[in-house]
């Protein structure tokens, strides 16, 4: 009877490490809507694990180009200012995409791809995306939308070992996030998608036809950004 007990207590223990895991988050979120708090990513965690470590500076949300701002936002998600953490109109295209046997394209928000960079794993799985959906909801209910723009950009990867936009501005041109120019600005939002193999700093001419054409939506993008500039 003494190993079925145990084997009863380990099953509990499991659960209840599994239990934490999951509510951790939630307890997180209100805390990271503190200014002072400068949060790191899974990756950033996963680097200093490995003893490789990571360039990271925290700048404010007001210390950032509007320029970079708006390219990432309108390169990223579009709609980011009127949903409220998912933008379900284009999750629903994903899921007929899905059930009709075509290929899907990407639907996360902003408030996704960083509770994804906060507490989650990269790889593409059914489970991640149901951690994350409630996760986003959550945050966006939390956090102001500047905060959670704030977070995304400093906890973002722009190469190996670049974390944050102020350290991806110093390793791609040179400068500062403040005093990124339009052209600066979209390539690194076009990099966002895959930066190890996206350089910003050594753009190809599709990388460049692409970042062209997110420059022009950017500097059209009045409508689309009033949660962030008034």
């Known amino acids: 009877m003494a190993a079925p007990r145990r084997s009863k ?35 950033m965690l996963a680097d200093l694990a490995i003893f490789q470590g990571y360039d990271r500076q925290w700048v404010g949300f007001d210390e950032i180009s509007p320029h970079l701002v708006r390219a990432v936002m309108m390169s990223e998600d579009g ?5 409220m953490g998912v933008d379900w109109e284009q999750m629903k295209g994903v899921v007929d995409d899905a059930l009709a046997g075509e290929a899907t394209r990407g639907a996360s928000t902003i408030p996704m791809q960083t509770v994804k960079n906060l507490f989650l794993w990269n790889s593409r799985s059914l489970i991640r995306k149901g951690l994350e959906l409630p996760l986003a909801i959550f945050a966006d209910a939390i956090w102001s939308k500047k905060r959670t723009m704030e977070i995304y950009l400093n906890i973002a990867e722009w190469g190996p070992g670049v974390y944050g936009i102020e350290a991806a501005a110093r390793y791609h041109f040179k400068t500062s996030a403040a005093k990124l120019t339009p052209s600066q600005a979209a390539l690194l939002a076009v990099s966002l998608p895959n ?8 753009p190809g001419k599709g990388m460049k036809r ?7 939506r950017a500097k059209r993008s009045g409508a689309y950004i009033t949660c962030l500039y008034e």
């Open 195 to 202: 930066p190890i193999e996206r350089v910003a700093g050594k």
């Open 79 to 83: 709609q980011f200012c009127s949903h």
């Open 9 to 43: 207590r380990l099953v509990r223990e499991l659960l209840r490490i599994v239990l934490a895991f999951l509510l951790l988050p939630y307890v997180l979120i209100p805390f990271y809507r503190l200014d002072f708090i400068h949060p790191v990513s899974t990756l």
């Open 210 to 216: 692409l970042a062209a054409l997110v420059d022009r």
